[in-house]
């Protein structure tokens, strides 16, 4: 693992490659943003981003989109500091406000194994939205235990660990303005 002493960390010595760089991301996140503008003109819109990993992401996502909306955020640990879920979902931090008949566009990082989202999805369609949709950055090309449909999505990625953007390995990596393939070396 790389030296973690303060100005001397090499977080590109700890990448297999970079699979997103900084530019194709803000181009992205500037379409993703258009879509959801066209798509709910004149309706209010909740966004619930999905700490910590989305941070980053909801933050240029909110930016990006010309609507009435209100913010709301939701923690949930699924990982730890592996990189593989454990398939044992629960909530840190709940949403501050309630949404009954408001539409809600949950922000996600990174959809895996897609466990996570539906355990958010059955939780919060429980509070009686008016609808509820998903906006994921990342979409991992593999086969998922739960059938989940990602209404905007980012980027389709191969099933690799990536960190950067948000995204961590034991909490390292998220302040990157890229997304990289981090070697297997460094996590296993």
């Known amino acids: 693992m790389s030296s973690v002493n303060a100005g001397s960390w090499a977080p590109e010595d700890d990448m297999e490659s970079v699979l997103l760089a900084k530019d194709e991301i803000q181009e992205r996140v500037r379409e993703l943003g258009e879509a959801i503008t066209r798509d709910y003109q004149r309706r209010p819109l909740v966004l619930v981003c999905v700490l910590k990993g989305a941070a980053p992401f909801f933050v240029d996502l909110v930016r990006a989109i010309d609507l009435p909306i209100?913010?709301?955020f939701i923690?949930?640990?699924?990982?730890?500091?592996?990189t593989k879920s454990s398939g044992v979902v629960r909530f840190l931090k709940d949403l501050d406000s309630p949404i009954e008949g408001k539409d809600v566009l949950i922000v996600e990082d990174i959809v895996d194994t897609g466990l996570?989202?539906?355990?958010?999805l059955d939780n919060l369609s429980t509070r009686q939205p008016a609808s509820v949709k998903v906006c994921g950055l990342l979409l991992k090309d593999r086969e998922r235990a739960q059938d989940i449909t990602v209404d905007y999505v980012g980027f389709h990625i191969p099933d690799k660990f990536?960190?950067?953007?948000g995204l961590d390995y034991a909490e390292r990596y998220r302040n990157l303005s890229y997304?990289?393939?981090?070697?297997?070396?460094v996590y296993q």
């Open 70 to 72: 209100h913010t709301d």
């Open 75 to 82: 923690a949930i640990s699924s990982y730890g500091a592996s």
């Open 116 to 120: 996570t989202l539906q355990y958010i």
């Open 162 to 165: 990536v960190v950067g953007y």
């Open 179 to 185: 997304i990289g393939i981090l070697k297997p070396s």
